[in-house]
């Protein structure tokens, strides 16, 4: 297992496990990282990903980004 930060763009990822506090997992959870799902890498600039996640984008910084392994 690695952190997201280190896929390459336009990789297609599956989450295994996501780490953090409670309300962390959760908010994550909310916004489409679940373990078992498939994310795209859209772009990354110095740590800061931009994600498919099924039909939406998100923007996650690099620290929130080290918390889902893949």
Known sequence: M???TM???GERVTIRKITGKDE???H??????VVDSQVTVV???AGN???QVKDSRIALDKTMANRIMI
């Not at 994550?28 to 990282?33: K, V």
């Open 2 to 4: 690695m952190p997201l």
């Open 7 to 9: 896929a390459r763009q």
């Open 24 to 26: 962390v997992r959760q």
């Open 28 to 33: 994550l959870a909310e916004l489409g990282f």
């Open 43 to 45: 772009s990354q600039l």
């Open 49 to 51: 990903l931009i994600l």
